[in-house]
């Protein structure tokens, strides 16, 4: 994917962000920097959406932008939108609309559901065609597996009827005739090939990129929209999708920490075996992903050191840097400091 | 005796089989070991998926090319048979863990030789039984080849720990020096392997070149050729980022459907290109050498090299993509001068140089799981000192070297270029037909365009424009059933 459209959509006209950040939450690195710029710039949804694909160089993408006078950059990366920026950024949104449903890709591995929908509809194709001679996709041994397990089971249920009735279904649903001949044309099958992404983009005059990401985004629809049906025959192919909330291993620290009766970080360090700093980064890894009330705040935080953070904090504390609240609140350490700034920030998204 | 026609028939619905084919079955089923050269599209697959089905046992096959061992499993499957498996490095540990753990569920097994040196595979293996064992691309177990393999060396001794299956080598082209270097690389003996060597002549394919003054004319003689050629083409090139550059600028320039392919492409982008080709939803493909073996596409009717291919062996090889439905073809090489020092270069990066390989042998803890070192490390492990290593690279260089200057002398010839290439291969054409043979006996360059209207047809399977209407595609997949 082009990077420098995915800044574009991305980006802000009224907040500096870092292109480093952005590049690692769309890919997913699960550090708690990552999460906590994630939490910032509102796009925790979308932590990992596009894992799958290869995004290329911040720097060179970056420097595209600001050549073509979309986006002004300072030092470390960090990009600001022009009004032309924000311009071509309504058009690619207008492009993508409603770009939140691209969150379902952060949570469920929408492109491995992709690639099995789409072997599905070549084997179901060919064979109602009664074809078995032709080159199958190669998925992964694991779903090549799931794809023939499947396929055995169900053939019986007159999958083509049911597959032209879903896609009829669907495609006439999304009520956009571009968007359903953009889908349409990610199916390969008997007498039809698909087409690549730059292939439709010569033809729709669209970015490759927003092409993929309507895909992403069209798949997503369907995957919920087939999640719902307990009677579909692709149950199967649905299965094993769910993306963890936070890594096994923050959970597990997390959960720890809310089952012990007198919750103290050390302990937690000596009990799984641990270093202290990495119980706090799973502690803030919880802190980010969960709701405001499903994070025990007031125990990490005692009451003063709050009073004092208030006290000290400027208008922006998203912005706050340790550096400048160390210098207010001596004894403040960057845990309590990090807690804090995300408890106003979640605070502030509720309000 | 095994009625072999009818056999065919039954498993693979072919009425008859291609010269050689027949040959080898029976040199199989008499229980000989077998080295075969068969040309390119000759259907060196059909000969173990065929002996597999007639004797239900579990064929072996040994693949060197990992990235297009999944095209060949994709192939085997096309061709009818289910119980196809290939273990590779580039999947993931609990997909291998997998796949070795229901080994005996498979009756085609394909193992890179890399693969096939890791105790724990080979052991796995060495517990099935084997009833065919396959050396693809036997070639690479040549050091006197390009495409040398240090893993291939030790399939003599695997085979030996297999208890000898039986054994069947393949491949497109190789010299006598190589054949006798796969031989006695594989313990076998000249008299004990029965030995199958077809013709390398293609008839139907007509032999061209042209030397260009320089880059740009390079690349104008390429657009008109491109615009004016009938049917299907491939043109290949020896860097992946000039497939794209140049598949883009055609795409400008012409009217033709042209996409970029190669090696460092995803699969699902990979398997979309081979299928818009088969279907002939495109006209051309830009690739590097990738590309070709898992495509069964016969109506192709040019191969245009852009760049050098690397030798004489895999130029045939190359050139034998077209015209597989035998009828006329084209196979055009361009040159412009400066494309002498890109092979050079391309030479020079892959063959070690001295400092480098004086610093591996003072450290050869770094020769340890780096692919690149490869051959060093299979030197070093067998005890050749510095120098002798540094000694068997200058003449795998000069090796090289002479044979681009072979691919120099195809290019500046100034007699017949069939007699020319196949004097490579120890072979001699009887009959030469003036008409329809190369650019020495008649003004090709003078007259293509009457050639192509003359010779080269465009097939009507390849002239279908793929619907982008998402009401006609989904009619289109699904054949609806009351
Ligand atoms: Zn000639």
Redo the contacts between chains.
Sequence with gaps: MDLSTLYLIFGDANQDRRAKAIKNILDGRRTVSNLYWGLEYGLLPYFGALHDFDLGDEQAAVDTLNKAGLATVSDGLLYRLSSRGVDQQNQFQASVTPLNELATVAQYDIVRFS?RFIFA?QV??EY??SN???????????DDQLIKRWFIQNKQR?L??Y??QL??QF?SGLEN?QL??I???S??????????ED?LAV?TDLEPTIIQLNWLKLYSRLFLLLNKDPETPLQLLLTGLTKPLMSGSAKQTFDLFVSVRQPDPATIAQLRKIKLTTVYEHLIEAAIELPLEQFPYQRLLHKQTITNLRQAAPVNVGEWQFKAAKAQIADLQFFEFRLFQISERKKGDND | MIDLTAELHRYLGFDSFRPGQREVLENLFAGRDTLAILPTGGGKTLLYQLYGAITHQRVVIVSPLISLM?DQ???L????SKRV?AITSA?DF??RA??LRNLNHYQYIYVSPEMLSNRNIFEMIARQSIGLFVIDEAHCISEWGPDFRPDYLRLGRIRHQLENPLTLMMTATATQRTRDDILNRMGFTATGVKQLVLPTNRSNIFLSAKICANLPEKNEQLETLVKELNGAGIIYFSSKKQTEQIAAMLSQKTDKRV?AYHGGMD???R??????F??G?IDIVCATSAFGM?IDKENVRYVIHYHLPDNIQSYVQEIGRCGRDQQPSLAILLYEPNDQYLQQNLIANTIPEEQLLRYLYQHPDKLQNNDAFRVIKYYYDIGKTVDQTLAIFDQAKSRRIGELNALIQYIYTTGCRRKLLLQHFDETVEHVDPEFCCDFHTDFWGNWRQFNQQYLKSSETDQGV?????HQ?????????N
């Design positions: 690639r509809v179901v194709s109602s065609y078995n001679r032709y080159y199958p996709q190669t998925i992964g041994f694991f007159n083509s009827n597959f032209h896609l009829q495609l005739d359903a001949d889908f349409a044309a199916l390969t099958g008997h007498g039809f090939s698909g087409l690549t292939q033809q | 999944q499993v994709s192939r499957q096309y061709l009818g498996v999947m609990q997909e997998a796949i996409m699969n699902q982008r398997f979309l290109i081979q299928q818009q088969m279907n939803d898992g793929q619907s982008t209407d998402w595609i989904i009619d289109k997949l699904f054949l609806l059933k």
